[in-house]
Each structure stands twice: as C-alpha cells, then as structure tokens.
C-alpha cells in the first residue's frame, strides 16, 4: 500500500508504505475510484505509476494499492469475435466509453463442451494437447501448461470455474491468463516457408511478407494506412485476426467496430468477426494505454499460435504509441533521444517485432505475423520510428501521398518497397509457375521504368528515343494491368496465386513480342502499343474471375497472333 504524493497526468508518483514491496509492472488500484495502472519505476520509499485512466480529480494523498500481479488477460473459448479496449475490458459494438475505474474484463460464461485428448495416466509436456473446446465454429485447444502425468478427467459441458484435466498437482481449466508483456514459452522457431496471401497483387507476387515475419507500413496522413490494413485483415489466409486500433481517429476507428461484424468471411462465407479479435484504443483515450493495447493484441495472438494456428496482427499504428511512450518518458523525467523519444525507443520496437514468428508447437505449426503501421509526421521516412522500424521488420511498404492522390491503390510505391522474404517463399509460389523468373523480370522493368519516369516528367515522353520509349510504355502496362487494383470491383478486388501468375506471365510474352516486333521489323512504338489488343491485356484483371483463368491462356494465344502478324 502506499499514497500519493504527486500527479503529472498519467504519471502518479507514489510513497510506498513500510514493509511493502512493489515490483516492477506490478498493477496497481490507485485512489478512491480504484484507476489501473502499473508500477513503472521503483526506489527505496517511492513507486512511480503509470495509470491506464485518466487521472482528473485525483488528489495527493489517496490511497493505492499494489495487487500482487502483472498485467493480464484471460485467454479463453469465446475471445474470438469479442471488442476490447487495450487492457482487455470488453466494449460494445458502438463503441459506448468505459467510465473510469470500472469496465468488466472478459471471461467466459455459461457451460462449454470439453473433449479430451488424453486419458489418466497419459504423461504430457508442457504446451501439449489435453482436449478441445469447439464454440461458434472454432476448435479452441486447451493446453498443458506444465509437465507430468494426467491424474484426473472431465468430459462434456463444463464452465470456466472447474478444472477439465489435472496434471500431476496443477488443475488445468479451459482459461488461462497471461501476462501481456511476457512473451509465450512454448513452441521453438523454425524457418518461415509459406506467405501470408492477401489477393492484392502488389503485396503477394512483389514485396510478399511470410506467416511468421514482420511487416510495416509507412506512409502520411491520407495514403491509406488503415484502408490497406483492413483490406488484408479481411483477406489474408491467416486463421486468426488480431486487429489493433492503437491512438487512432475516434470517427476511423468507429467506423471499423460498425463494419467489421458487417464483413463476410471471403473463405468461410461466415462473418469474418468469428475469427477476429478487435482492440479499440482511440486517440482521446489515455495515453498510457496505447502502449499496454499492443502487448494485448501480441499475447492474445500467442494464445492461438502455441493451438497451431496462424494469426496475423493488424497494429495501426504504432507512431501513436511510440508518441505515447515519449509523452510518459517527458513527464518521468527521462533523459530523451532525437525528437524526444525516449532512449529506449529502439529496444521497445524490437521487443514488439521479435514476437513474430513461426513456430513448431506440441500440435503443429504456429505463426504470428505482425503488420505494424508507421504515420511519420509529414510523410518523412527518415524520422526515428520509421528509421528504427525498418531494422526489425523483413517487408516495407512505402505509402506514396501522389499514388495516393491519383487514386492508385494500393498506394504502395514500387521503389522504395522491399521484402526479404521472396526467397524463402519461393518454394510456394512455383506451384503455380515459373514466379522466380517472372518477378525478377517484373522487378528489372520497374526499376529501369523509374529511372525512364524521371526524364519524362523533366523533358516529355517524346525526348525518349525509341528503345527507351518502349521500355517506358512496359512499365507503364505493368503498373496499370498489375500494380493497380480495384478494392471495391467484385472481381479486381482478390487475386488468387494461380491468376496473380498467368497475369504476370500474359504481361510477360506481351512484352517479348512488342520487343520482338520493334527489334526485327522496326515497328514505331507507338504503332506497337496502340493495337487493341492491349486494351483487353488493360482490362484483364477485372473481366477474367477466378473461374475463367482459361482466358488468360488465350489472351496469350491472341498476343502472339496479333504481333505475329508484323513478322510475316
């Protein structure tokens, strides 16, 4: 117990009782309203607590007191599909306002069906299977957390109170809590092979990111951020969705918790809140808190990765939280680094990214994929989040304000992007084609387009000499037929693998026979890219659906009888 001695917004410093001894992220209850917050600091009589409420009315003097625990969550069959805020207190769909020092935690009510997977006398491992728990759909497995023999079973409906298995001394319930700033200890890692597909073109075949990496998503304000999370969270082949709305806009945030339920599951045909997870930290929320909704989306992610599954992670965005850090660091008198954040900025960004990964569990293979949106103030990459980001991340989209401002979406900008991880799904990829070849085709001819856009918008595309200006209209049709998409065209708006490869190889031979055509014949540019036929090539990724890839086919088929007309 101790009482308080000074206020400085969420900083609550605080005189420590004799006899007590408060440890470092201990939760405390502070002053009459009983405001969570959670030890941050220590010395020999004094505590400094950083509070997850909003501090007004709050006098020197008032009581606090330490309970004993970290903070944490209960991880249990029904999170699926539930709206928290980021200590995991359960919200509406509307996004009605928790009053301070109250709001109800989630945990499970009413009776489950438990089947066992073990019987008594089975010796188990920590992190094994010992039943499951299948509710709305969705098989939650219920783990061992401790080594040892299986002493006793229960089987069919129980609730949360009572204990479904024991093993050894320790009762094993179909909850658990866990500490959000304690990574999961189960599971070893193993080396990342397959991508998290998403249907946007630009993503997967290009700057593809792995289920088990690390992405981030940098780009100013209006470059859409959280249009471009959202489309991969309803999309993306992962079996779990942990979507983070950290410091963000109340009406954009409001809009997510309203259309989120809306959403049709696109493998499923269910609604897609049967596998997510919404956390709600708007930007008129304490500050403090925005910090703590990151660790909880990350540890209820780990939940279902150590069941096997793989989950992605939606973070938008983590500018606000570093924000938040350096807003706490100021008032604790903390000595800051470059543009006040504090000196531990870099440690604190790789501590999120490193609990990524994909990992061997005792019942299959898990992943976490955290995708982890960076607002640097004037779209400026060089400022320290994004700086700092880019080392702990393998994927890098690069918002672009002008893609952005030309309605191109994804507003991803082709050359400043990369992804590290191309190699390692390679193996996936041909499949379904030759995608070594034909990304490395598709990177080449960007990257010369680029340097070929530089001139044209300095002297005109008229300066260009021929072979240039053919190299120019190739990049040109990539953008437009492959890079470009369409989020709200019923067929544009998802590319299968398969699709996404025939459209590469179509773009391919068009390219080999408008080379062709003006290498052998002397054909003028212009004559070469002005026959119908590229219209169609334009037009394919909206008029082919995915049951109707045999066209793509025959588009090649037509692209070499119209250009092999000019040979003969």
């Not at 003097?61 to 004993?68: K, L």
Request: proline content about 5%.
């Amino acid at each position: 117990m101790g009482r308080v001695v000074r206020v400085s917004g969420p900083v609550v410093e605080v005189a420590v009782e004799e006899g007590e001894k408060p440890f470092l992220f201990e939760v405390a209850q502070v002053g009459g309203l009983k405001l969570m917050g959670e030890v941050v600091s220590i010395t020999k009589d004094r505590a400094v607590v950083q509070v997850y409420e909003r501090t007004e009315g709050l006098k020197v003097g008032e009581r606090v007191f330490f309970t004993g625990r970290m903070l944490s969550v209960t991880l249990a069959p029904g999170i699926l599909g539930m709206i928290l805020d980021g200590l995991g207190r359960v919200l509406s769909s509307s996004g009605e306002r928790i009053e301070r020092g109250r709001g109800k935690k989630f945990f499970p009510e009413g009776e489950f069906e438990f089947v066992p997977q073990v019987k008594v006398g089975d010796e188990v491992n920590a992190g094994q299977l010992v039943g499951f728990v299948e509710f709305k759909g969705f098989k939650y497995k219920i783990l061992s957390p401790v080594d040892g023999t299986v002493a006793r079973v229960k089987e069919g409906k129980v609730s949360a109170e009572e204990p479904v298995v024991k093993v050894g001394e320790t009762d094993v319930f179909i909850f658990e809590e866990r500490a959000v700033r304690i990574p999961s200890r189960f599971g070893k890692r193993v080396e990342v092979s397959e991508p998290l597909f998403t249907g946007q073109r630009i993503v997967d075949f290009l700057f593809p990111v792995a289920k088990g990496g690390a992405a981030s998503i940098p780009g100013g304000f209006g470059t859409g951020k959280t249009v471009l999370q959202q489309t991969l969270a309803k999309w993306c082949n992962a079996d779990v969705i942990v979507y983070i709305g950290c410091g963000e806009r109340g009406n954009e945030m409001t809009e997510i918790l309203k259309e989120f339920p809306k959403l049709k599951d696109p493998y499923t045909g269910k609604p897609l809140m049967n596998r997510t997870v919404l956390i709600a930290n708007t930007s008129d929320m304490p500050v403090s808190a925005r910090e703590s909704s990151i660790y909880l989306g990350i540890t209820i992610a780990e939940y279902f990765k150590d069941m096997g599954y793989s989950v992605a992670v939606m973070a938008d965005s983590t500018s606000r939280w570093a924000e938040a850090m350096r807003e706490i660091s100021g008032r604790m008198g903390e000595l800051p680094i470059e543009e006040g954040f504090p000196a531990s900025l870099s440690s604190k960004i790789a501590s999120i990214y490193e609990r990524a990964g994909a990992f061997k569990t005792a019942d299959g293979n898990g992943s976490i994929t955290i995708i982890g949106a960076v607002s640097p103030p004037g779209g400026d990459f060089s400022e320290p989040v994004t700086r700092h980001t880019k080392r702990f991340t393998g994927t890098f989209w690069a918002l672009d304000r002008e893609l952005a401002s030309a309605r191109f979406y994804p507003a991803i900008n082709p050359f400043n992007s990369y992804s590290r991880y191309a190699e390692f799904v390679k193996d996936w990829w041909n499949r379904f084609g030759d995608y070594g070849a034909l990304r490395r085709w598709m990177v080449e001819t960007l990257q010369e387009g680029e340097r070929l856009e530089k001139l044209v918008r300095l002297l005109g595309r008229e300066s260009l000499p021929e072979d240039q200006k053919l190299k120019y209209e190739e990049f040109n049709v990539i953008r437009e037929a492959f890079l470009r998409q369409n989020a709200f065209d019923p067929v544009d708006c998802y590319s299968s693998p398969k699709k996404q490869i025939f459209m590469a190889e179509v773009l391919k031979t068009l390219s080999e026979w408008w080379r062709k055509v003006f290498e052998e014949r002397g054909v003028p540019v212009d004559r070469i890219v002005s026959q119908p036929i590229v219209s169609e090539v334009l037009k394919m990724k909206m008029e082919v659906s995915e049951d109707e890839l045999e066209k793509l086919e025959e588009l090649k088929k037509k692209i070499e009888e119209v250009y092999g007309e000019f040979l003969r």
